[in-house]
């Protein structure tokens, strides 16, 4: 598997110990999915802060902090605390920091929409950690970000289902051609491609989490095209339930963490006409 879950669960699950957070506050968003952290400057946290974070990370797939200010320096920074920082195949990024990707639109971009369901790059031997994102304008309405917990959409599932899930591998392509708002398909020639398993153990909790998208997973390997299109229909529309989902509506200043091994991301639209400008930094798995 190219998906490895290392040596076991290094971090224990909440409930086992439950110890209450020192120096950070954490409030969660939903009973499966998100938590808004409190008490912490981003542009100089603390090693034990840093702990703490990491650890409301895991206990919550997608953190987020409010009134934050941070230079694309600090920004690094802070990406580099989780590992290695990846470089997008494709996307636009910041003069002098490869590093650091540009998401912007306005009144003259070529569009300024939403984004349909999707895990980042899992088209590669190695999908990245995480992002993290970091919004300076927003639009008064829409361009939300919603985050969807693959552990509980793993969970859910029929016991049935689980076990023929577990040998399976889906096909996962990142098409540059592609918009990526809706699914487009059959992916082009220039797309990028790697399989991985559809059921995913999470290196850091050991928990089991759904790995397939709607935008970037096209069949499930060894399997007849129709039986595996029918299949992966089944999960998409599984996944992308309302209860698994955290909305989150942005602020300036806002910066939210997710960790892209157990969670989906989309977006929502909004007009044409606003401004919408984020900051995001993607870091690699531990073993890349
Ligand atoms: C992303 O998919 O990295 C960006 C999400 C967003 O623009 O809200």
Not at 223 to 238: I, K, N, R, V
Request: proline share 9%; hydrophobic share 35%; charged share 25%.
């Amino acid at each position: 598997s190219t998906l490895r879950g290392g040596d076991g669960p290094r971090y224990r699950p909440p409930g086992e110990d439950g110890a209450p957070y020192e120096t950070i506050s954490v409030d969660k968003l939903t009973p499966v999915i998100g938590a808004e952290v409190g008490g912490v400057d981003l542009a100089r946290p603390s090693n034990r802060q840093m702990d703490e974070i990491h650890r409301a990370l895991a206990e919550n797939s997608v953190i987020f902090f409010r009134d934050q200010q941070l230079t694309p320096e600090q920004h690094l920074d802070f990406g580099c605390r989780f590992g290695p920082l990846h470089l997008h195949p494709a996307a636009p990024h910041a003069p002098g920091h490869p590093e650091l990707m540009i998401i912007h639109a306005d009144k003259d971009s070529p569009r300024a929409n939403g984004e349909g369901w999707h895990s980042d790059v899992s088209c590669d031997l190695e999908p990245p950690m995480g992002s993290i994102l970091y919004i300076t304008t927003c639009p008064p309405h829409g361009g939300d970000t919603m985050f969807a917990s693959m552990y509980a959409a793993y969970d859910t599932l029929p016991e049935a289902m689980k076990a023929k899930l577990e040998p399976l591998r889906g096909v996962n392509y990142y098409d540059p051609t592609s918009d990526y708002v809706v699914r487009k398909g059959p992916p082009s020639e220039k797309a990028l491609r790697w399989t991985h398993p559809v059921i995913r153990v999470h290196p850091a909790t050991g928990r089991k989490a759904l790995y397939v998208n709607r935008l970037m997973t096209f069949g499930i390997e060894g399997m007849d095209p129709a039986e595996g299109d029918a299949l992966l229909a089944y999960l998409f529309d599984h996944q992308e339930q309302r209860q698994f989902i955290y909305r989150h509506v942005w602020r300036p200043g806002d910066v939210i963490l997710w960790d892209n091994r157990c969670t989906l991301h989309a977006r929502t639209d909004f007009s044409p006409d606003e401004r919408r400008l984020l900051r995001r930094i993607t870091v690699q798995t531990e073993s890349a």
